[in-house]
């Protein structure tokens, strides 16, 4: 059914990759050109899908990093033994070309109606709310608690850096070894960690976390023991097939 | 629960079945409301608890635990099995 744009259908799109930029030693930034994209809402994700000489087809699904109405760019870290990030991360250059549809998501969706807005990010769960705060106009508070391993796997590092201040709060924790002089946080995210930087409960925050199954499950739990309703938490896992 | 180990890593959630879903039903159900049928339990799509790694993908109850749907595909069919949804409540925007 490719190529067929039934209304209503979600179908596969011709993507062509037109720039990219490395973000890290294991992820990447690929910018895309794709016809009939009609855009997205921030936090939705895309689907891509590799198919090989021989017909066999790898689909996987990547978060859209950037906002909507601008190029549209997926962030991909790079795993191991995967079937189609190897390719997106190591090989893929300037005019490859895959197939992709989207977008997709109701759920992980961010609309801005001024209340704060609480994100946190593990590893590559920081792209979604990227495309968040690329997005915000600076009507809503929003602080972004971002949890790597050292401070080389930070992704978005000069971009973070400029827009903390600016519109969103970027808070830091390191869990696996942290320059000299380091002043943000150096461990796993706990509820004390959550005390400290997330706003009171009654501040009624909208709340995205997405990182890995013991990160998401870490930081919302402990959210919930802080008060936070489970209704005003939205989550998404990443898996480790890629 | 006793979920745990290399399983509890890889486990997703009901994101991860929205291009599927989108795909057999031409609708966005991530957001949409499901009923367990085993526990009675209502939840949205996005929170069940996703595991996509065997050959299908298996989401379960995020309350109870018991299996809600099972989705295989193959080259020429896609199976999909729904005996543990009660109901599903779509938004009116749908």
Do not use: K
């Amino acid at each position: 059914m490719a190529g067929t744009a039934v209304l209503g259908r979600l179908t596969w799109l011709a993507a062509e990759i037109v720039g990219s930029v490395d973000e890290t030693a294991r992820v990447r930034t690929l910018l895309l050109e794709a016809d009939g994209w009609e855009g997205h809402r921030a936090g939705q994700h895309l689907d891509v899908r590799l198919t090989a000489d021989d017909g066999y087809q790898a689909e996987r699904s990547y978060s859209i990093a950037s906002a909507p109405g601008e190029q549209l760019t997926i962030t991909v870290e790079q795993l191991p033994n995967g079937e189609v990030s190897p390719w997106l991360v190591e090989v893929a250059g300037d005019g490859d070309r895959f197939e992709l549809r989207g977008p997709i998501g109701g759920y992980f969706v961010w609309e801005d109606d001024g209340r704060p807005v609480l994100l946190i990010g593990g590893g590559s769960g920081v792209v979604p709310l990227m495309s968040m705060i690329r997005s915000a106009s600076g009507s809503a508070r929003m602080r972004l608690l971002y949890s790597s391993r050292t401070l080389d796997d930070v992704i978005y590092r000069e971009e973070l850096m400029e827009r903390d201040g600016n519109g969103v709060e970027v808070v830091y924790t390191l869990t696996r070894a942290q320059p000299p002089g380091w002043t943000g946080y150096s461990r796993r995210i706990d509820i004390d960690l959550l005390r400290q930087v997330a706003w009171p409960a009654s501040d009624q925050p909208h709340v995205f976390i997405c990182g890995s199954t013991r990160f998401v499950d870490a930081a919302a739990d402990g959210l919930v023991a802080l008060g936070y309703p489970p209704r005003s938490i939205r989550t998404e896992r990443f898996g480790a097939t890629g | 629960m006793t979920d745990s180990g290399r399983t509890y890593e890889m486990r997703l959630d009901g994101n991860a079945l929205g291009g599927m879903l989108f795909e057999l039903f031409g609708l966005e159900l991530t957001a949409a409301t499901e009923v367990c049928g085993t526990c009675g339990a209502a939840d949205l799509v996005a929170r069940l608890e996703v595991y996509a790694h065997a050959p299908g993908m298996v989401g379960r109850c995020p309350h109870c635990h018991a299996v809600m749907l099972r989705i295989v595909r193959g080259p020429d069919r896609t199976w999909l099995d729904m005996s543990g949804v009660a109901s599903i409540e779509l938004p009116a925007t749908l």
